[in-house]
């Protein structure tokens, strides 16, 4: 156990939907990162909030949006859902900013299946 | 450009030592080793990393060749929960790039009873 959790477990939605992702770091943890595992693209990092703030912007898409809350946690929004967007999202958490010494522990994942 | 080259696959007899190669030729003097494992559809697990010295902890050791273009895993007595796709990832030390990890296809170890 990692410490990260990610709620829910599993989401089924339909094209064209809306749907939210929440991910609650380790405790003391004050980055929090999101990745997507889909089959053809493998894990992909998505984007990184440090404190309330975007630190960092990977892949992802403008349909895509996240944000981190005062208490640190943080969620990821996914709207006008596609099927390509069927994936395991996951979320990871690390103590610092993301400097190359401070490790990112991940999440169990949110997997995704748009219909 | 892929920064790390590792087999798509290696098996290893259980209870013996698991040597997982990582081929980052291209490296840098300031970039990081990172090894992380997946064993199937969970979450990515740290497992070690460093910069040039070999480093050892609870769940495996990394060697890392004095040229730094390579770097072994080691799982000293693979067990059958040691079954996952595991990745090296090279990671810059500060600046761009240095706040994502980038996976590549990694290698599924098979460990057989």
């Known amino acids: 156990d990692s410490g990260v959790t990610q709620t829910p477990k599993h989401l089924i939605t339909a094209t064209g939907q809306r749907v939210t992702l929440r991910c609650s770091p380790r405790?003391?943890?004050?980055?929090v990162y999101w990745y997507q595992q889909s089959l053809d693209q493998g894990l992909q990092f998505l984007i990184q909030?440090?404190?309330?703030?975007?630190?960092a912007k990977g892949n992802i898409l403008e349909r895509f949006s996240a944000q981190q809350f005062p208490d640190l946690h943080s969620e990821l929004n996914l709207s006008s859902l596609e099927l390509g967007d069927s994936a395991l999202y996951f979320c990871?958490?690390?103590?610092?900013?993301?400097?190359?010494?401070?490790?990112?522990?991940f999440g169990p994942g949110t997997r995704l299946t748009v219909l | 450009d892929a920064k790390t080259t590792q087999p798509p696959s290696m098996d290893c007899a259980e209870g013996r030592a698991a040597n997982l190669p990582c081929n980052h030729s291209?490296?840098?003097?300031?970039?990081?080793v990172y090894w992380y494992r997946q064993i199937h559809s969970q979450g990515p697990q740290y497992i070690i990393h460093?910069?040039?010295n070999n480093e050892t902890n609870e769940m495996a050791s990394l060697i890392i060749t004095e040229d730094r273009k390579s770097s072994t895993l080691i799982l000293p007595h693979a067990t059958l929960r040691d079954t996952a796709v595991y990745y090296c990832i090279v990671r810059p030390r500060g600046g761009a790039g240095s706040y994502q990890l980038t996976f590549g296809k990694g290698t599924k170890l098979s460990v057989i009873p």
């Open positions: 291209t490296i840098s003097g300031n970039e990081y």
């Open positions: 405790s003391g943890d004050l980055s």
């Open positions: 460093g910069l040039k």
């Open positions: 909030y440090y404190n309330g703030e975007e630190r």
């Open positions: 990871a958490s690390s103590v610092l900013a993301g400097i190359s010494t401070d490790t990112q522990y």
